[in-house]
C-alpha cells in the first residue's frame, strides 16, 4: 500500500491513544495527557531509524548501534512503551523501576525523563515520559531536516570501518528512515530530507568505503514485477519437481534453486511451494490451487545477488 503522510499519522496516533488509554477508569484524564504528549514529542511511531538520538546517545555495549530501546541498559525497566518522534513513553508497574529510569536517563546528556502524575496504560503503572532534548521539527512534525541528516551521515560513517559490504538503499531504507515509511519518507523524516539521505547513502557507497556492493533489492521494483518474478519461480519448481522427492534443486537462468514441495492437505488439491536463491537471497513461497498459482513474496529476505 502506497506510503501517505496524513493517513499515516492518524492511524499511528490513534494506535497509540488506545494502548494508553482504553484500560483507564478515567479515560478522558488519559487523553488529555496523550495530547499534551503529542505536542511535546510529536507523532507516535513505530520504530525508530538506527541514527536516532535515543538510540546513539545510551551508552551500548556493543560496537554495533542498538536498534531498538531495549537493547539499551539505560532504558532498563520499560514496560508497554509507545513511540513518538522526539521520545517515548513507557508505563512500567514497578514505581522503584520507574524512578530509576528517569535517574538513569537523566544521567546521560541529551536525554530528558520524567514521571507522569496522571496514569497512562493502567491506573497501576507509574509512566515515565524520556525524549531527546536536541531533537527540533519541521512545520510537518518530521525532524528537522539539517539535523536528521547530520545524524544520520555521522551514523554512516562510523559504520564503514567495520563493513564488509555496501547494502543499497532498498535493503537499508528501514533503518535509516524508520517505520512506518515510503520509498524516501516516514513519520521521523519528510521527502525533501529522505531523498537526500539516499543521495548520501548512495554517494558513499559509489566511493567504497564499505566495499562491493552486496544486494539488489527486489523492493525496487514494482509489485507487478515482484509478482512475475515470484510466479516465474513457483512454476518453474512445479514443473521440476518429481513427486517421489519433496527436497530438490533446479537451474533457472544460471541460478541453483532449492526447492520443497508438499501437499498441503495431503488431498491432491493444494501444494505448498517454497523457493529459495543461496543463502536467503531471494525466498518466495506460494500455493499451486488448482492448477492456478497464488504466490507471497517474502520481501524481508527478497534480495538479488
Given at each position: 500500500?502506497?506510503?501517505?503522510?496524513?493517513?499515516?499519522?492518524?492511524?499511528?496516533?490513534?494506535?497509540?491513544?488506545?494502548?494508553?488509554?482504553?484500560?483507564?477508569?478515567?479515560?478522558?484524564?488519559?487523553?488529555?495527557?496523550?495530547?499534551?504528549?503529542?505536542?511535546?514529542?510529536?507523532?507516535?511511531?513505530?520504530?525508530?531509524?538506527?541514527?536516532?538520538?535515543?538510540?546513539?546517545?545510551?551508552?551500548?555495549?556493543?560496537?554495533?548501534?542498538?536498534?531498538?530501546?531495549?537493547?539499551?541498559?539505560?532504558?532498563?525497566?520499560?514496560?508497554?512503551?509507545?513511540?513518538?518522534?522526539?521520545?517515548?513513553?513507557?508505563?512500567?508497574?514497578?514505581?522503584?523501576?520507574?524512578?530509576?529510569?528517569?535517574?538513569?536517563?537523566?544521567?546521560?546528556?541529551?536525554?530528558?525523563?520524567?514521571?507522569?502524575?496522571?496514569?497512562?496504560?493502567?491506573?497501576?503503572?507509574?509512566?515515565?515520559?524520556?525524549?531527546?532534548?536536541?531533537?527540533?521539527?519541521?512545520?510537518?512534525?518530521?525532524?528537522?531536516?539539517?539535523?536528521?541528516?547530520?545524524?544520520?551521515?555521522?551514523?554512516?560513517?562510523?559504520?564503514?570501518?567495520?563493513?564488509?559490504?555496501?547494502?543499497?538503499?532498498?535493503?537499508?531504507?528501514?533503518?535509516?528512515?524508520g517505520h512506518p515509511h515510503g520509498s524516501r519518507s516516514s513519520l521521523l523524516v519528510n521527502q525533501h530530507t529522505?531523498?537526500?539521505?539516499?543521495?548520501?547513502?548512495?554517494?558513499?557507497?559509489?566511493?567504497?568505503?564499505?566495499?562491493?556492493?552486496?544486494?539488489?533489492?527486489?523492493?525496487?521494483?514494482?509489485?507487478?514485477?515482484?509478482?512475475?518474478?515470484?510466479?516465474?519461480?513457483?512454476?518453474?519448481?512445479?514443473?521440476?519437481?518429481?513427486?517421489?522427492?519433496?527436497?530438490?534443486?533446479?537451474?533457472?537462468?544460471?541460478?541453483?534453486?532449492?526447492?520443497?514441495?508438499?501437499?498441503?492437505?495431503?488431498?491432491?488439491?493444494?501444494?505448498?511451494?517454497?523457493?529459495?536463491?543461496?543463502?536467503?537471497?531471494?525466498?518466495?513461497?506460494?500455493?499451486?490451487?488448482?492448477?492456478?498459482?497464488?504466490?507471497?513474496?517474502?520481501?524481508?529476505?527478497?534480495?538479488?545477488?
Amino acid at each position: 500500500m502506497e506510503f501517505r503522510y496524513p493517513v499515516a499519522v492518524a492511524e499511528a496516533n490513534t494506535r497509540a491513544l488506545n494502548t494508553l488509554t482504553k484500560n483507564l477508569n478515567d479515560s478522558e484524564a488519559g487523553r488529555e495527557v496523550f495530547n499534551k504528549i503529542l505536542i511535546e514529542l510529536g507523532n507516535s511511531v513505530e520504530r525508530y531509524p538506527n541514527w536516532h538520538p535515543i538510540l546513539t546517545l545510551p551508552p551500548h555495549k556493543h560496537q554495533k548501534t542498538a536498534s531498538s530501546i531495549s537493547e539499551l541498559k539505560a532504558y532498563a525497566g520499560i514496560d508497554h512503551t509507545v513511540l513518538f518522534v522526539k521520545g517515548f513513553v513507557t508505563c512500567p508497574y514497578s514505581e522503584d523501576e520507574a524512578n530509576q529510569l528517569v535517574k538513569s536517563v537523566n544521567a546521560i546528556q541529551g536525554l530528558f525523563a520524567e514521571r507522569l502524575q496522571t496514569p497512562l496504560y493502567s491506573d497501576y503503572a507509574y509512566p515515565v515520559v524520556i525524549q531527546a532534548s536536541d531533537i527540533e521539527l519541521e512545520a510537518d512534525g518530521t525532524i528537522r531536516s539539517r539535523d536528521a541528516l547530520a545524524w544520520c551521515t555521522q551514523h554512516l560513517v562510523k559504520n564503514a570501518q567495520n563493513a564488509e559490504v555496501a547494502e543499497t538503499w532498498w535493503s537499508m531504507r528501514s533503518c535509516i528512515l524508520g517505520h512506518p515509511h515510503g520509498s524516501r519518507s516516514s513519520l521521523l523524516v519528510n521527502q525533501h530530507t529522505g531523498g537526500h539521505m539516499r543521495k548520501i547513502l548512495e554517494a558513499l557507497n559509489n566511493s567504497g568505503m564499505y566495499g562491493p556492493i552486496r544486494e539488489w533489492s527486489l523492493e525496487m521494483l514494482s509489485e507487478k514485477k515482484r509478482k512475475a518474478i515470484s510466479e516465474t519461480l513457483i512454476r518453474t519448481a512445479i514443473n521440476c519437481w518429481e513427486k517421489s522427492c519433496n527436497n530438490f534443486e533446479f537451474e533457472l537462468r544460471g541460478e541453483t534453486c532449492k526447492a520443497e514441495i508438499r501437499d498441503t492437505w495431503n488431498d491432491g488439491d493444494e501444494l505448498s511451494v517454497r523457493v529459495m536463491i543461496g543463502d536467503y537471497d531471494l525466498c518466495v513461497s506460494g500455493f499451486s490451487i488448482l492448477k492456478k498459482i497464488s504466490y507471497n513474496l517474502a520481501t524481508q529476505m527478497a534480495n538479488v545477488h
